[in-house]
């Protein structure tokens, strides 16, 4: 988030755990997640631009967690 500040981006390989079966889609679903809490709709956008980018490739792994993601990090409305 804090790059992104500064730099109107952010690189998801920097922040993937290696060994993990998660990815990028996955980061980019919880920067989206993240983003509203502190008011930045700029990065809001531009995760969820990166993360439907990153849903093509729906023969990945990461195509599974993703809206798993999704559904278990957002806010449920009454």
Do not use: C, Q
């Not at 500040?5 to 060994?19: A, T």
């Not at 997640?33 to 993360?51: M, Q, R």
Request: proline share 5%; glycine share 6%.
């Amino acid at each position: 988030m804090l790059h992104f500040l500064y730099h109107k981006d952010y690189n998801w390989e920097r922040f993937v755990i290696s060994g993990g079966e998660e990815g990028k889609a996955t980061l980019h679903v919880r920067v989206f997640v993240l983003a509203p809490t502190y008011l930045i709709e700029p990065l809001t956008d531009l995760a969820g631009e990166k993360a439907l980018a990153a849903l093509d490739i729906w023969d990945d792994i990461d195509f599974a967690y993703a809206p798993y993601e999704v559904f278990t990090s957002t806010h449920k409305r009454p």
